[in-house]
Nanobody
Framework: VQLQASGGGLVQAGGSLRLSCTAS????????MGWFRQPPGKEREFVSG????????DYADSVKGRFTMSRDNAKKTVHLQMNNLKPDDTAIYYC??????????????????WGQGTQVTVSS
């Protein structure tokens, strides 16, 4: 499985960005895709995750109400719509896939495959 992320960039505080991540290769019938981020000088942290078979996305408290994760099953693609961005959202964002996941895990160790990361910079 390969994951290709795109959509990062530079935006002013209060602005919006949309990240996308497409999975290629053989996937199981039930898996989980997640977004994580690593701010400068900090540990990687969970942002959002969603089950491929259905259900609502799970969000970290820091992004709840501002970020929306969605999926396009036909294209094996997930999107992360980020609104009202804040300087604290500045990070490298990674998409990840839990191959046999049935529930969204907030632990990065649960995920088997990772995308290359895309930089999001929010200026004040």
């Amino acid at each position: 499985v390969q994951l290709q992320a795109s959509g990062g960039g530079l935006v002013q505080a209060g602005g919006s960005l949309r990240l996308s991540c497409t999975a290629s290769g053989r996937t199981s019938s039930s898996f989980v895709m997640g977004w994580f981020r690593q701010p400068p000088g900090k540990e990687r942290e969970f942002v959002s995750g969603i089950r491929w078979t259905g259900g609502n996305a799970d969000y970290a408290d820091s992004v709840k109400g501002r970020f929306t994760m969605s999926r396009d099953n036909a294209k094996k693609t997930v999107h992360l719509q980020m609104n009202n961005l804040k300087p604290d959202d500045t990070a490298i964002y990674y998409c990840a896939l839990d191959y046999s996941g049935h529930l969204v895990s907030r632990s990065g160790t649960r995920y088997d495959f990772w995308g290359q990361g895309t930089q999001v910079t929010v200026s004040s």
